[in-house]
T-cell receptor, first 113, second 120 residues
């Protein structure tokens, strides 16, 4: 059972455009929603994260939008740059237990000049 | 910020041998570390959760006798792939959560750079 569904799996955006990646979750116990950026051959790096008590969080060119009732959240990358080309993973975790994080399938973003 | 180091970053071994991968938290204490496996162009699949001083908790379908995990101290966890076979070839990534009371939030995980295992 895929607990975190992510789309699209690949995305091509022109430089300066907006990249949008969507995720949906099923487990209502999730209360932590991070996004990770991964470059080839490297481990994931935390990009930005949100908790369900807010509907939006912005850090620089990166914005998370969160819809608790729909159990959906999305990442927007404004003014996308070639250096943003990477694989992005959404994830969801809960504060209980060992605080495991479940990852989405990933979106390979390519920003073309 | 918090740094997690993995070693080795790349290892090639013969079928039937065992390989140990280390995961170290360099500037913080990690009560909990997680081990993931990632196949090419796929997501990270959690293999197990290791807690300092206790046995690791393995995810369903992961052979605990195949993938031995030891969380020897608050800064070191090791994953040993025993009797490795070509199907064990993969990218193994660890992450660590800072002990409570640390600088990071309770759910902030720091990932290592990964270890690529190739079994011939």
């Amino acid at each position: 059972q895929q607990q975190v569904k992510q789309s699209p799996q690949s995305l091509i955006v022109q430089k300066g455009g907006i990249s949008i990646i969507n995720c949906a979750y099923e487990n209502t116990a999730f209360d932590y929603f991070p996004w990770y950026q991964q470059f080839p051959g490297k481990g994931p790096a935390l990009l930005i994260a949100i908790r369900p008590d807010v509907s939006e969080k912005k850090e620089g060119r990166f914005t998370i939008s969160f819809n608790k009732s729909a159990k959906q959240f999305s990442l927007h990358i404004m003014d996308s740059q070639p250096g943003d080309s990477a694989t992005y993973f959404c994830a969801a975790g809960d504060s209980g237990g060992y605080q495991k994080v479940t990852f989405g399938i990933g979106t390979k973003l390519q920003v073309i000049p | 910020g918090a740094v997690v180091s993995q070693h080795p970053s790349w290892v090639i071994c013969k079928s039937g041998t065992s390989v140990k991968i280390e995961c170290r938290s360099l500037d913080f204490q990690a009560t909990t570390m997680f081990w993931y496996r990632q196949f090419p162009k796929q997501s990270l699949m959690l293999m197990a959760t290791s807690n300092e001083g206790s046995k690791a908790t393995y995810e369903q379908g992961v052979e605990k006798d195949k993938f031995l995990i030891n969380h020897a101290s608050l800064t070191l966890s090791t994953l040993t792939v025993t009797s490795a076979h070509p199907e064990d070839s993969s990218f193994y990534i660890c992450s660590a959560r800072e002990a409570s009371g640390g600088r990071s939030g309770a759910n902030v995980l720091t990932f290592g750079a990964g270890s690529r295992l190739t079994v011939l």
